[in-house]
């Protein structure tokens, strides 16, 4: 009997501190800042971060005439083992809401850990004139499920100062262009663990500002480098009540937590394409917070030579003062 008891609580000890998966309860409550576990979540902020801040840049390049554009970009961030994990001082080296089995209940969420990439869909429009370029990104998806929703609103601004220097370049680097642009991106997700009342809901908000240097060496591709610096922000709010697959009441959670992704410098490599007169597809890749790649596959640009005109006027014009100029000397 003593032997059998003595069993019993072997078994239990191992079981208690054993290695798993976070429960919805213990996931969701690091939200609350009270927990004192906000490093477990910030890896959210850091690649919705990474993710909005990505694919605003079709070209270096914005003409003196009128263009639209309008595509379908997918920004690809790769989920990295540095994000896995956080460090906390009292409790050292434990997993992210992306890591995986822990003691004590501080392991990762299952179904996270099993994902590699990470990306967001949105709809992005662009209209362009007098080398100034405004770019609208937006998207919406209604309560699906335990997805309670998610919505994007963004605009960004792009200006080229090429057409300062570009005639005074060598004809060899005549195709060279520099930009400015700034993008601000504001989102919100919606989730609740099945079963449970009341849901998180997840603000974030994110910049990126950036100069953008492209060469051109054919007609049809042109090749970028952007350097700049990006910021995201992640605000909780709501309230949860838990409960168990069962249906057991666990308890109430108030999700407070307010804090910022990891940001800081970006680069990016990327070639833009022009096939035809509309298709514009854009490929690269990111570095900065994290790595991850542009697969702006469904890009469509249309210039509508409105605007061009007078820029040719006033070549011609400079062109014919130049040659009256030339045969009045003695």
Not at 63 to 75: D, I
Not at 104 to 114: F, R, S, T
Request: hydrophobic letters at 40%.
């Amino acid at each position: 009997m003593k032997k059998a008891f003595c069993i019993s609580i072997f078994c239990s000890a191992i079981s208690l501190f054993a290695a798993e998966w976070a429960s919805d309860y213990q996931s969701m409550s690091a939200f609350q800042k009270s927990n004192g576990r906000t490093g477990y979540v910030k890896p959210i902020a850091t690649y919705v971060g990474t993710v909005l801040n990505g694919n605003w840049i079709s070209s270096a390049s914005v003409s003196r005439g009128l263009s639209f554009e309008g595509g379908l970009p997918f920004q690809i961030a790769l989920i990295e083992s540095g994000d896995r994990n956080y460090h906390s001082s009292s409790l050292g080296n434990i997993p992210t809401i992306f890591g995986g089995k822990a003691e004590g209940g501080l392991g990762g969420n299952e179904d996270l850990h099993g994902l590699s990439i990470f990306t967001l869909p949105y709809l992005q429009i662009g209209a362009s004139f007098f080398y100034t370029r405004i770019a609208l990104r937006g998207m919406y998806f209604p309560s699906v499920s335990e997805l309670k929703g998610y919505n994007l609103l963004s605009f960004g601004i792009q200006h080229s100062f090429g057409h300062f220097f570009i005639e005074k370049l060598p004809p060899a680097f005549q195709n060279f262009d520099v930009s400015l642009f700034f993008g601000y991106n504001s989102a919100y997700i919606g989730y609740a663990p099945d079963k449970w009342k009341g849901q998180l809901d997840l603000d974030f908000g994110t910049t990126y500002t950036a100069v953008v240097f492209g060469y051109k060496p054919f007609k049809m591709m042109e090749v970028m480098l952007s350097l700049g610096y990006q910021t995201v922000s992640m605000e909780a709010g709501g309230s949860m009540d838990a409960y168990t697959k069962d249906g057991i009441y666990q308890g109430k959670i108030n999700p407070d937590v307010d804090l910022d992704g990891r940001g800081g410098f970006r680069m990016g490599i990327e070639l833009s394409f022009a096939f035809g007169d509309a298709y514009h597809p854009v490929v690269g890749y990111n570095v900065g917070a994290n790595h991850s790649l542009n697969a702006n596959v469904l890009y469509f640009k249309q210039d509508l030579n409105i605007g061009n005109s007078s820029a040719k006027k006033e070549l011609n014009a400079e062109e014919k003062t130049g040659e009256v100029a030339a045969e009045n000397k003695p």
